[in-house]
């Protein structure tokens, strides 16, 4: 029997695991998953024009204009996205989720759930002050748990384990600002579609992404 396809878009505050649940989602159902950070955090090491914008929007923890964030999707569906798909970090305005559907109107390809993981803000602070970023694969650990320190190498790619610029806690209390101002909105905007799954992102990886099969396992049956 063929596999359902998924066209998700996966947000929640920042550290609640949207990282870890797209390369889940990668290796369990052999979809792409595109994230917008990821690909501004390597315009930016490029050093391109776009780089240079985003980075002085990233590095204060404020989102990009939203011309930026949808050219960067846009340009991903242009080199031809299959039937598959997942957004990690997109859209985060009100703004980006129209520009969206548009999108993926004009591609005949309608999104078929918006994940929300769920964290409370004492948790995000925990995990953020912990965590650690590959500079070559750009995944993300816990130190204490997952890595033993700070200055090592990634565990999956052996590159060089670094603290993102914007992990400090004056930026994440901006980042959290302009969640709570700009990306909350997006979650009535998908609960009026009937579209949000809402999920409990405190638990273990492997649990979370069980919710997140069973959220998405029935297109038609929404849990929020
Ligand atoms: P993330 O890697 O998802 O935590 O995103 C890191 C930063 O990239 C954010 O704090 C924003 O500055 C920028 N960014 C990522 N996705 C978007 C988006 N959809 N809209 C605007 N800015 C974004």
Redesign the pocket.
């Known amino acids: 029997m063929k596999a359902a396809a998924h066209r998700l878009v996966l947000l929640g505050p ?2 609640s695991g ?2 870890t649940q797209g390369r889940l989602m990668e290796e369990h159902w052999h979809v792409p998953v595109v ?4 690909v ?2 390597r315009e930016i090491a490029s050093g391109s024009p776009v780089g240079k914008e ?1 980075a002085s ?2 590095n204060f ?6 011309r ?2 949808v050219a960067a999707v846009e340009a991903w569906l242009a080199g031809g996205a299959g039937e598959s798909f997942v957004f ?6 009100v703004g ?1 989720a129209r520009a969206l559907d548009e999108v993926l109107a004009r591609h005949g390809a309608p999104l078929t759930a918006a994940l929300w993981l769920e964290l409370d803000e004492s948790a995000i602070a925990g995990r953020v002050d912990r965590r650690v970023t590959c500079a070559d694969c750009g995944r993300s650990f816990q130190v204490g748990s997952q890595v033993a320190a700070r200055d090592g190498v990634c565990p999956v790619c052996g590159g060089k384990l670094t603290v ?1 610029k ?1 992990d400090d806690p004056v930026t994440l209390a901006e ?1 959290l600002e ?1 969640y709570r101002e700009h990306t909350t909105p997006v979650k009535d905007f998908y609960a009026s579609r009937g579209l949000l799954r809402v999920i409990e992102g405190g638990r273990t990886p492997e649990e979370v992404f069980a919710q997140i099969e069973a959220a998405t396992a029935n297109p038609q049956e929404a849990t929020a």
Do not use: C, I
Request: zero cysteines; proline letters at 9%; hydrophobic letters at 35%.
């Open positions: 920042p550290a949207k990282g994230s917008v950070g990821d501004l955090r985003a929007f990233m923890g404020r989102l990009v204009p939203d930026v964030a990690d970090g997109f859209p985060r305005t980006q993102r914007d980042r302009q």
